[in-house]
C-alpha cells in the first residue's frame, strides 16, 4: 500500500531497487526459495498511479492498482476479494491484469 508521501524521484529510487532484487534472484538466494516475485502497489490516488506507472520501468515485475476508497477512514475499503482484480502492468499499458490468489 502506497500511503508514503514520496514524489518521482524517491519512488523511482525504491522501483530500481526492487526490479534489482527481483530480477538478479537476490530473494531467492537470501529466503531460499524458486518463485518468481512481482512487486504489487495500492496507491489512492488517480494522479499518483499515473506518476508510478510512468517512472515505472516498462520491463519491471511491477503491478499499479488504484483504490481511493483505501486512502479514507470515513468509508470502508471493498472486500479482499476485489484486491486481485485490474491491476496495471507497465509492458502493457492498455490491458487489465487479474491475479490469481495462490496458497
Known amino acids: 500500500m502506497d500511503l508514503s508521501d514520496h514524489g518521482e524521484k524517491a519512488y523511482k529510487i525504491k522501483a530500481d531497487a526492487y526490479r534489482e532484487l527481483i530480477l538478479r534472484g537476490i530473494y531467492k538466494r537470501q529466503l531460499?526459495?524458486?518463485?518468481?516475485?512481482?512487486?504489487?502497489?495500492?496507491?489512492?490516488?488517480?494522479?499518483?498511479?499515473?506518476?508510478?506507472?510512468?517512472?515505472?520501468?516498462?520491463?519491471?515485475?511491477?503491478?499499479i492498482k488504484t483504490m481511493p476508497e483505501y486512502g479514507s477512514f470515513e468509508i470502508a475499503p471493498s472486500p479482499a476479494l476485489s484486491i486481485l482484480e485490474d491491476w496495471h502492468w507497465?509492458?502493457?499499458?492498455n490491458k487489465l491484469v487479474h491475479l490469481k490468489e495462490v496458497i
Open 32 to 63: 531460499d526459495v524458486e518463485q518468481y516475485a512481482s512487486v504489487l502497489t495500492i496507491t489512492t490516488s488517480p494522479a499518483r498511479h499515473k506518476m508510478l506507472f510512468d517512472v515505472t520501468d516498462k520491463k519491471d515485475p511491477a503491478y
Open 90 to 93: 507497465p509492458e502493457k499499458p
